[in-house]
């Protein structure tokens, strides 16, 4: 099908108007290399001196075989923690700043940061602390990610042009069991349960030799429908250049990224395999207009198509779950598509027989900046940014039904079709997935003053943040940001920072609107004391910072306004025969009419430190956040038989802290042979100081200072295998045990295994996450890799992946894995790994306790490059300034204590990926 029309256009209108302004921006100089920009950009945002912060030039990104640069951030930043969470296409995982889920701020605004290719990024910072954080106000608790994305220098024009192809692999992909081993395991789990065995010895005969492909099928069906590799493409030309009256960076990027499904394109008119292609257009440019005057314009595009079977990627990944190899043939005598009662969606059939859907989005981002130098007062200038950000959804489902037909033998041998599926027209719709606008202004006067040894910044700002999410009549998010702050220098000695934001959020009572964030840094740099006299020590500074931040994101929609909806039961009225139904007011929610923001006082005491030449620079910090007003249900003095739901209240209290080091080490760029380490450790832990728990019976059930989301349940004290330990065994409540269930203990000894038993569970200790990375230059030949990794994770195990005959859709029985091979039996009691089996889920064997949680720890070879620069003299006679050849890898090798799982991916059916990848890079 071809693409829109409208998006077509979209993209060769952004194209060509690039195009045309390229001549007009390219200002040549004498002198082929950048040389320092001689004004500040009207985007930059200011970084406190006292601040916590940790940065990473935008170029160690580059070796990362990704799709979005929150994937190439692993191990990278101090305080960090990077999780994916899912192997589906552009997921970039769940981000942990000292506890938090960190704001995204492009180019001093909040917005996302999907799909920006490392070749558009400058640096990413992250700013950890009060004093950092107080300029977003109520939206700054959590800490924030700064990306800073690229600018030009001056110079004549400089072409960067890479192309790279990779291929993809699944990584901890479940072993499901073949259809003679499922269908014995089957048999046992039937009979554990009381039941009959299904199959007979001649029909697990008949499963293991593949004689009769029919009546007793084993089709490995991840093998037929999916590729064990994956290939992608991606295209980057990128340049920049300028003079002292413009600069610009132009930025154009391509990805073409196929699926793991096999393509169907032989069998139909259109392709059913799930690809993305991505179009990205960037355009940053600068101009000094006059003297004291500088004009920021940035513009960026993206232009995505995400294709799928019509039964969608996520169901056929579900479906390989539920339908185990000896379910059904993929076609039966006829070559008709075959299925069961039970089985009733052939995966053949909905990966290549369900038609297709097609999703286009696109986003638009579009900013003015301006910095206007005041005359009448030297260092006082006014700055001003507008900008609007838009994105635009559409999916087109082309997707169909399918005719299935079910097969049975009668006592005679003769074969009957029964059709338990039929086919359906092709749907021809388009819907609509959310047309999002956001409209940011930001104005304000900041003063630059330095006189003898000291040194002034001060700012005043104020900004409003406005969303439309939807657009479809929802009412706005409206943020709102007064900033006043001041830094200072003595001498290069002694520092202190001062800022204070009043915000503003629409969605909290009026009496609630507003809030004050004050915070304070001071700083102390020893090594510029004249006293201090150290042949070792280059840079000795140290940090302090205090101060109030807030968190408006779990507010809600306007929950403290009272509000009637048309949801509840029906009523009837009219004649026993022909009744009417009417609809009923359901009454809502209590509402919270002081509903108010999260508040977190953050403490940073941090040291840095350079020692030998500054070659090796060392950074600390400690910190202590305190969160209070954290919004909770209300659990004591609530009526048990008031009727309404209860809302959330400002009532809890949370306390994150911990420490961040960093350290780096370079041997001298002027060595021939030169190198850099970075190493970098997070240590954090958290405490629930209060949640308004109600009385617990024992100590150990207790939440309230424990971890944050710590991991609750039973503790599990091996399995039943003699009689006397079931007859010995306490009772557990709802459930009597068999010989090969889990056994737990009975914490408070009162003989009854029931919710008095449960207790806290795993690790309780301080995290750990680190990374290590590496990067050597000799004689044209770079090397880089990446280490990282996480201790002291608990990670609940009893996954849909792990857990055995679970029950799906028309009492379809699931998968079993070889993991459910060493379960428990008569014979194995001594070396059995997991529990007897079980049809469907079992609320003794499979409920939260300590068999599930395991220790997530894990040591990961995030990412490799290896790297040959030609030399000059072989690409001079081609004009060329560079050329550079590459293969990198993403996800290489994982040490995990873990079994038959992703130490990041534990719950999706969708597992992470591992890329292979090579490119040429071509400077001009």
């Not at 921006?25 to 912060?53: N, R």
């Not at 990024?121 to 700064?146: F, I, P």
């Not at 999002?436 to 700012?459: A, P």
Request: glycine residues 8%; neutral net charge; aromatic residues 12%.
């Amino acid at each position: 099908m071809e693409k829109l029309t409208g998006i077509l256009f979209f993209k060769r209108v952004m194209v060509v108007s690039l195009a045309l302004m390229l001549p007009y921006l390219s200002f040549s100089q004498d002198e082929d290399t950048v040389t320092s920009v001689q004004y500040k950009s009207p985007f930059q945002t200011f970084l406190p001196p006292t601040g916590s912060l940790d940065s990473v030039n935008g170029s160690r990104l580059l070796s990362f075989p990704v799709t979005n640069i929150e994937t190439a951030l692993h191990g990278l930043l101090s305080g960090l923690d990077i999780r994916m969470s899912s192997g589906e296409r552009f997921s970039g995982g769940a981000l942990n700043l000292r506890g938090q889920t960190p704001l995204v701020v492009i180019d001093g605004i909040v917005r996302s940061w999907s799909s920006i290719n490392p070749e558009q990024v400058e640096h990413v910072t992250v700013l950890k602390d009060a004093v950092s954080l107080s300029r977003y106000g109520m939206r700054g608790a959590n800490g924030v990610l700064l990306i800073t994305t690229r600018r030009g220098g001056i110079s004549k024009p400089r072409i960067s042009a890479t192309a790279q192809a990779g291929v993809q692999q699944q990584l901890f992909q479940a072993k499901y069991l073949d259809a003679y081993n499922y269908s014995l395991l089957l048999n046992e789990a039937i009979v554990n349960q009381g039941g009959t065995a299904r199959y007979t010895q001649s029909d697990l005969d008949l499963y293991k030799s593949g004689a009769d492909k029919f009546g007793h099928p084993n089709v490995d069906w991840r093998d037929l429908l999916t590729n064990r590799n994956a290939g992608m493409q991606r295209y980057n030309v990128n340049i920049d250049g300028g003079g002292a009256a413009a600069r610009y960076h132009l930025d154009f990027d391509y990805l073409n990224q196929n699926g793991f499904l096999k393509s169907g394109k032989d069998l139909n008119s259109y392709e059913t395999n799930d690809y993305a292609e991505r179009y990205l257009i960037r355009a940053n440019v600068d101009v000094k207009a006059t003297k004291t005057t500088t004009l920021g314009v940035n513009i960026f595009t993206r232009i995505r198509e995400l294709n799928q079977p019509g039964a969608t990627v996520a169901t056929i990944y579900n479906n390989l779950y539920y339908t185990p190899n000896s379910a059904y043939p993929v076609f039966d005598p006829r070559d008709s598509l075959a299925g069961t009662l039970q089985y009733r969606d052939n995966l053949y059939g909905s990966a290549f027989n369900s038609g297709y859907r097609r999703t286009f989005d696109r986003i638009l981002y579009s900013d003015v900046a301006l910095r206007q130098e005041l005359p009448f007062i030297k260092g006082l200038y006014a700055k001003g940014i507008a900008s609007f950000n838009y994105s635009f959804g559409q999916t087109i489902n082309r997707s169909k039904t399918f005719p299935v037909y079910s097969m049975s033998i009668g006592t005679v041998n003769d074969t009957t079709y029964s059709q338990i599926a039929t086919a359906g027209a092709q749907a021809n719709s388009i819907t609509y997935n959310g047309q999002n606008r956001q409209f940011y202004m930001e104005g304000g006067l900041g003063y630059d003053w330095s006189g003898d040894k000291h040194q002034l910044h001060s700012e005043l700002l104020y900004n409003i943040d406005r969303s439309d999410i939807g657009g479809f009549g929802d009412l706005p998010v409206l943020n709102k940001n007064i900033l006043n702050t001041y830094s200072y220098n003595y001498s290069d000695k002694y520092f202190g920072d001062v800022s204070i934001a009043y915000s503003y959020f629409n969605r909290l009572p009026e009496a609630n609107q507003w809030g004050l964030f004050p915070s304070v840094g001071l700083g102390w740099k020893l090594s510029s004391e004249n006293w201090f006299t150290s042949n070792a020590i280059d840079l000795l500074k140290l940090r302090a910072s205090y101060g109030k931040v807030g968190n408006n994101l779990n507010i809600g929609n306007f929950t403290y306004l009272v509000e009637y909806a048309e949801s509840g039961p029906l009523f009837y009225t009219g004649t026993s025969t022909t009744p009417t139904s009417s609809a009923t007011i359901r009454e809502p929610a209590l509402v919270n009419k002081d509903l108010r923001w999260e508040s977190s006082c953050n403490l940073n005491l941090g040291v840095d430190m350079g020692l030998l030449n500054n070659r090796l620079s060392l950074s600390a910090d400690y910190f202590n956040n305190t969160i209070t007003d954290n919004l909770i249900l209300r659990r004591s003095g609530a009526s048990t038989v008031l009727g309404s739901a209860l809302t959330v209240e400002n009532l809890g209290e949370l306390k994150y802290s911990g420490v961040d080091i960093s350290a780096d080490y370079n041997n001298g760029a002027e060595k021939k042979f030169n190198y850099f380490i970075n190493a970098n450790v997070g240590i954090a832990q958290s405490k629930l100081v209060f949640d308004d728990e109600l009385p617990v019976s024992y100590s150990y059930m207790a939440r309230t200072g424990q971890p944050v989301n710590q991991a609750f349940g039973y503790v599990a004290d091996g399995f039943y295998n003699t009689q006397s330990d079931l007859d010995n065994a306490p009772v557990i409540e709802g459930y009597t045990p068999q010989l090969g269930d889990i056994k737990y203990k009975d914490l408070n000894n009162d003989g009854c295994i029931d919710i008095f038993d449960e207790t806290a569970l795993g690790n309780k200790g301080p995290r750990f996450f680190y990374g290590l990375s590496f990067m050597a230059r000799w004689s044209g030949i770079e090397f880089s890799m990446l280490w990282n990794g996480s201790q002291n994770n608990n990670v609940w195990t009893n996954v849909l992946n792990n857990l055995e005959f679970q029950t799906g859709a028309n009492n379809s029985i699931g998968q079993a894995s070889e993991m459910h091979l060493n379960r428990w039996t008569a014979a194995t009691a001594a070396t059995a790994t997991y529990p007897r089996l079980s049809l469907g889920y079992n609320p003794n064997n499979h409920r939260a306790s300590s068999f599930w949680l395991k220790d997530g720890s894990y040591i990961r070879l995030k990412n490799v490059e290896l790297a040959y620069n030609l030399p000059q003299n072989w690409i001079n006679t081609i004009k060329l300034k560079g050329a550079r050849i590459f293969i990198n890898g993403l996800n290489l090798l994982t040490f995990t204590k873990l079994e038959n799982m992703d130490p990041e991916v534990t719950a999706s059916l969708l597992p992470n990926t591992r890329v292979f990848n090579c490119g040429l890079n071509l400077k001009f």
